[in-house]
């Protein structure tokens, strides 16, 4: 088990839906030892690829990407989500279905913080159903960007967001792959 599977099963709790929580180490404390830890991971996994700028979305990828994005000494680019954005003069923008918040936001990203020529490294804290990479991978490609690579920390196995992102040629690198998780008993099985 690698470390990041360790500090899912020592404080993660397993809620109906199918959801998570992982409130103490990464989506409201966050852990710095475990984020330092998950970015040499990202660092090492991706060894070799360009990376121009880290690209994420609010709230919890922050904390992940401003740690790689150190490693890279590139700077970090997060999306921001809204239901209504008013105009996209200015912006890059996509859409994605919330599977925690359950509707679709609105993803953008300002014009002058991607462009074409920049090789981008996206980051997450979940993949789920791959809909919050889907909106990022459509915003780098409106600015003329690459995907280098997509790193998420937890990726939930049973929601077919990796398998597609795999199929599409994505390299896209996960920490921890849960194959499985039960509410009533709270266990989990990582995929080996
Ligand atoms: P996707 O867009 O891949 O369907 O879902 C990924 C996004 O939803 C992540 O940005 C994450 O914030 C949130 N998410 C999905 N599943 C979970 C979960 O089980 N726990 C938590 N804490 N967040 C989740």
């Known amino acids: 088990m690698n470390f990041l599977e360790e500090k899912i099963l020592e404080d993660g709790k397993i809620y109906e839906g199918n959801v998570l929580k992982v409130d103490n180490f990464l989506n409201h404390q966050i852990d710095i030892d475990i984020m330092r830890q998950i970015a040499y991971e990202f660092k090492r996994r991706f060894k070799g690829k360009p990376v121009t700028k880290v690209l994420t979305i609010e ?46 936001n609105n993803v953008f990203v300002s014009r002058p913080y ?17 809909e919050a990479a889907k909106a990022l991978i459509d915003i780098v490609n409106q ?41 009533k008993t709270q266990t989990i099985k990582f995929r080996q």
């Open 143 to 183: 600015a003329g960007g690459t995907v280098t690579g997509i790193g998420v920390a937890i990726e939930k196995g049973v929601q077919n967001g990796g398998k597609k992102l795999r199929e599409a040629g994505y390299h896209l690198e996960s920490i921890a792959i849960i194959d499985e998780m039960d509410y």
């Open 59 to 104: 709230a919890s990828g922050i904390a992940i990407a401003t740690m790689l994005a150190d490693l890279y000494d590139v700077p970090v680019v997060f999306a921001k989500k809204g239901i209504t954005v008013n105009s996209t003069d200015d912006k890059y923008m996509s859409q994605a279905y919330s599977f925690t918040h359950k509707h679709m």
């Open 114 to 130: 991607l462009s074409s020529g920049d090789k981008v490294l996206i980051v997450d804290d979940f993949l789920a159903d791959g």
